[in-house]
């Protein structure tokens, strides 16, 4: 069952950078004062989206192996 986690523990490094690059975009936006709170809700809600899709990738991906 180590070898299904290996053979995956890159693909999980990459989307944990992933998650860390969207997580601080949403930081800068949200502390930027120059953007009204529409514009920031915008921007914060397709990157929430692309956040939640690396992460049904990655729950699907996990699921798919073996207990």
Do not use: C, F, M, W
């Not at 860390?20 to 809600?45: H, T």
């Amino acid at each position: 069952e180590n070898k299904e986690l290996l053979s995956i523990r890159k693909q999980l490094s990459r989307t944990a950078r992933r998650l860390s690059v969207l997580n601080a975009r949403i930081k800068r936006i949200k502390a930027n004062e120059s953007i009204g709170s529409d514009e920031k809700r915008r921007q914060i809600d397709l990157l929430q989206v692309r956040k939640n899709a690396l992460v049904e990738r990655t729950k699907r991906l996990t699921d798919s192996l073996p207990r």
